[in-house]
C-alpha cells in the first residue's frame, strides 16, 4: 500500500519485520514443544531461543539476500535464523514443518491483529456517528428518493441508520476474527505425518490460535470472510460518503466538510470548497472490493494446495485491512468535522411549496369516501399545479372544487403537520440506543 493510506498502526501489523517475527515465534515455540515431548534436547531448545537473532532490518536483508539464491522465502529465513544460532542447536529450526505450517499461522496471527484494530476503529466511527445522530435527532430535513424530495424526516435519523450499519459491520468483523484466528501445524498434506499433535496444540495455545484441521493450508473461505468483511466496511464507508457529498453540492447545500486554515479546495479557483474526503472514500472504496473477488478466488486451489493464492494474498490481505482502517478513520475525521446546515435544510423541505404532505393528504381523501385512484388523481392534479405555478399547495387543494364538495372532511391542519410525520421517528432511536448501551 502506497504511503499516503497506510494508518501507522496497520504498518506494524503488515510489516516485514513483524512478519518475520511471527515465523521465528512459530519455529521457537514448535521447537520447544518438540523438547517437551523429548524429541529435542532442553538444552537446544533453550539455546534456539537464547541465541534467536534479533528481527530488524540487518535480519530482513540478510533474509532477502538468502532468498535471491534459494528463491524461497521461508528457505532463506530458516537458513539465516539457523546461521545465527549455531549448531547442533540451530539444526531443530524448523523440524517437522512445512513452510505452510509457518506462513499460514503466521499469516492468521498478523489477520487477527488486523481484526482487532479494524473491530475498534469500526468502534470509535460508531461512536461519532451516534454522537452526531443524537445532536441532530430532531433536525427536520427533506427525505428524497430517486433524488426527488420524498417526505420529511431527520439528519439525525438518517446518521443513526448509517450507525446501525457501522455497527452490523462491526458484527461481521468480529465474526471474521474468530474464523481467522486459527493455525496449523500438520505438515506436508495435513495428516501429523511428520509432527505430532501435541506440537501444534502447544503452539496455538502460546498464541491464542485455534489449531484446525487443514490440508497443507487453512482453508482459504476463512480468508475470504476476512476480505468480506473489509469489502464490507468499506461500503458502508462508502454509503455514508456518497450521501455526504450529494448533500454539499451547491444546489442542496446541507452538509460541509471541515475546512482547515490554509486549506485550498482548488488550484484555480478560490472559491471552491470540495468534498475530497467523502470523494476520497468512494474511490478507495472501490479497491477494498475488487479485492473480496480476487479473494474468492482463491478458495478453490489444486489438490492439498498449490501458490497460486500466495502472490495474491501478498496483495490483498495487507492493503484491504489497511485500506479499511484508513477508510473508517477518514470517515471518524469528516464526521467530527461535519458542518451541519439546518436552516438550509428546513429551506429545501420548504422549497416544494408542501408538497412532501401529498400521502397525507391521499390518504385523509380515501378516508373521507373516496376511491384511491379518484384521490391520487385529485391530489397528482393539483401537486403538479402546485409545483408548475410554485404556489402553495394546501392553498391549491383548499380551492379545489371536489375538495370543497366534500364539506370539510379533510382537515388540512392535520395533513399538513410536521410533527405527524416524525411522530413515530423514536423507533429508529430506540435501536440506536440499544447498541449505545
Known amino acids: 500500500m502506497i504511503d499516503r493510506y497506510r494508518t501507522p498502526e496497520m504498518t506494524a501489523v503488515w510489516d516485514d519485520r513483524t512478519r518475520f517475527s511471527r515465523w521465528l515465534e512459530v519455529e521457537l515455540l514448535a521447537t520447544e514443544a518438540h523438547a517437551a515431548l523429548g524429541v529435542v534436547p532442553a538444552a537446544d531448545a533453550r539455546t534456539c531461543r537464547d541465541q534467536a537473532p534479533t528481527i530488524n532490518d540487518a535480519f530482513v536483508e540478510a533474509v532477502l539476500e538468502r532468498e535471491a539464491i534459494t528463491n524461497h522465502d521461508v528457505a532463506a529465513f530458516v537458513d539465516v535464523v539457523q546461521l545465527a544460532i549455531g549448531a547442533p542447536a540451530g539444526s531443530w529450526i524448523h523440524y517437522g514443518l512445512t513452510s505452510s505450517d509457518v506462513v499460514d ?14 473491530i475498534t476503529a469500526s468502534t470509535r466511527l460508531l461512536d461519532s456517528l451516534i454522537t452526531l445522530a443524537r445532536t441532530h435527532r430532531n433536525t427536520v430535513m427533506i427525505g428524497r ?3 426527488i424530495h420524498a417526505e420529511p424526516t431527520t439528519f439525525g435519523a438518517k446518521v443513526a441508520l448509517w450507525a446501525l450499519q457501522v455497527d452490523r ?11 481467522v484466528a486459527v493455525m496449523k ?19 496455538g495455545a ?22 468480506w468483511a473489509c469489502a464490507s466496511v468499506a461500503a458502508t464507508c462508502e454509503l455514508v460518503a456518497v450521501e455526504l457529498r450529494h448533500l454539499q453540492r451547491t444546489e442542496v447545500g446541507e452538509v460541509r466538510e471541515g475546512f482547515s486554515p490554509g486549506q485550498k479546495g482548488s488550484s484555480a479557483m478560490p472559491h471552491k470548497r470540495n468534498p475530497i474526503s467523502a470523494e476520497t472514500i ?25 501458490i497460486s493464492h500466495s502472490s495474491v494474498e501478498r496483495v490483498i490481505l495487507p492493503d484491504s485491512s489497511m485500506l479499511a482502517h484508513y477508510l473508517m478513520n477518514r470517515l471518524r475525521r469528516l464526521i467530527d468535522g461535519l458542518e451541519v446546515l439546518g436552516d438550509r435544510m428546513k429551506e429545501n423541505l420548504n422549497s416544494s411549496h408542501g408538497l412532501v404532505f401529498s400521502q397525507p393528504v391521499l390518504l385523509a381523501l380515501v378516508a373521507a369516501g373516496s376511491t384511491r385512484d379518484e384521490a391520487y388523481r385529485i391530489v397528482q ?16 387543494l383548499e380551492a379545489d372544487p371536489e375538495i370543497q364538495a366534500m364539506n370539510g372532511a379533510v382537515d388540512f391542519d392535520a395533513t399538513f403537520n410536521l410533527e405527524s410525520s416524525l411522530a413515530n421517528i423514536d423507533r429508529t432511536f430506540a435501536a440506536l440506543d440499544r447498541i449505545a448501551d
Open 169 to 179: 459491520d462491526r458484527e461481521r468483523l468480529r465474526a471474521a476474527r474468530d474464523g
Open 185 to 203: 501445524l500438520s505438515g506436508a498434506v495435513g495428516t501429523y505425518s511428520n509432527i505430532p499433535p501435541e506440537v501444534e496444540a502447544h503452539v
Open 282 to 306: 468512494s474511490g478507495l472504496a472501490r479497491v477494498v472490493r475488487s479485492n473480496l473477488l480476487a479473494g474468492l478466488q482463491d478458495v478453490a486451489l489444486w489438490h492439498e494446495r498449490d
Open 105 to 118: 499461522t503466521a499469516l492468521c496471527w498478523a489477520m487477527r491483529d488486523a481484526a482487532d484494530l479494524l
Open 145 to 147: 428518493t430517486h433524488g
Open 206 to 227: 502460546a498464541l491464542g490460535l485455534t489449531p484446525v484441521p487443514a490440508t497443507q493450508v487453512i482453508a482459504r473461505d476463512r480468508h475470504a470472510e476476512f476480505l
Open 381 to 396: 392534479r393539483n401537486a403538479m399545479r402546485a409545483w408548475d405555478e410554485r404556489r402553495s399547495f394546501r392553498e391549491i
